[in-house]
């Protein structure tokens, strides 16, 4: 089928239609809790742990992009951030709000892309763990833009990117 592409949120529709829907791969990735999966345990990043203990962030308002089931919002939130916090799994939504209550800890927790998101100098601090490499490359500059604009001005936005086991051995040997 021909179509003329007009202007550029045309193109990048066109282009994410050449690609799977990130929604139907994360489901039934979370549909069983079981799985040796590093990021289903209920353990902050450590990288994240240090910029806290290290006194390099301090509470305030933080939203976490791609939060899965909660593991960073829950521990931000254990240490007194107010935490909005949203994935495009409603799988993932749900028991990361199951993880909430049974910490006790109140969290905004919200089944929602990141490209629907539009905060304006809300935040302190934001944090996207394992999300910006599953983005796809022509969509990465609009969510880039999307951090800044909802950043205060003396925020801090914090990124963990994962990387396979045999890459990280070869670094070391
Ligand atoms: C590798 S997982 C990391 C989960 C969590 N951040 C952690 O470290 O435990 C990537 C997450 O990004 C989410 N994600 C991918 N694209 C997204 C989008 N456009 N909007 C919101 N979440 C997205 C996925 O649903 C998935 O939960």
Same mark, same amino acid.
């Given at each position: 089928?021909?179509?003329?592409?007009?202007?550029?949120? #045309?193109?990048? #529709?066109?282009? !994410?239609?050449?690609?799977?829907?990130?929604?139907?791969?994360?489901?039934?990735?979370?549909?069983?809790?079981?799985?040796?999966?590093?990021?289903?345990?209920? %353990?902050?990043?450590?990288?994240?742990?240090?910029?806290?203990?290290?006194?390099?962030?301090?509470?305030?308002?933080?939203?976490?992009?791609?939060?899965?089931?909660?593991?960073?919002?829950?521990?931000?939130?254990?240490?007194? *951030?107010?935490?909005? $916090? *949203?994935? /495009?799994?409603?799988? $993932?939504? #749900?028991?990361? %709000?199951?993880?909430?209550?049974? $910490?006790? /800890?109140?969290?905004?927790? %919200?089944?929602?892309?990141? *490209?629907?998101?539009?905060?304006?100098?809300?935040? &302190?601090?934001?944090? !996207?763990?394992?999300?910006?490499?599953?983005?796809?490359?022509?969509?990465?500059?609009?969510?880039?833009?999307?951090?800044?604009?909802?950043? %205060?001005?003396?925020?801090? *936005?914090?990124?963990?990117?994962?990387?396979?086991?045999?890459?990280?051995?070869? &670094?070391?040997?």
């Amino acid at each position: 089928m021909e179509k003329t592409i007009k202007n550029v949120d #045309e193109l990048f #529709e066109m282009l !994410d239609s050449s690609f799977r829907t990130e929604k139907q791969f994360w489901e039934p990735f979370y549909s069983n809790r079981q799985r040796l999966i590093p990021f289903f345990v209920n %353990k902050p990043c450590e990288n994240l742990v240090s910029y806290i203990e290290d006194g390099k962030i301090h509470a305030g308002k933080a939203m976490e992009l791609g939060c899965g089931p909660g593991r960073n919002a829950l521990f931000l939130a254990s240490r007194g *951030f107010s935490v909005d $916090a *949203f994935d /495009l799994s409603e799988v $993932a939504i #749900e028991w990361a %709000k199951e993880r909430a209550k049974e $910490a006790g /800890l109140n969290i905004n927790f %919200k089944c929602e892309s990141v *490209f629907n998101l539009a905060p304006q100098q809300e935040y &302190d601090f934001v944090y !996207d763990s394992g999300c910006l490499h599953h983005l796809l490359p022509h969509r990465r500059v609009q969510y880039i833009q999307m951090i800044y604009n909802g950043l %205060k001005p003396q925020g801090y *936005f914090g990124l963990t990117c994962f990387a396979p086991v045999t890459e990280r051995l070869a &670094d070391l040997n």
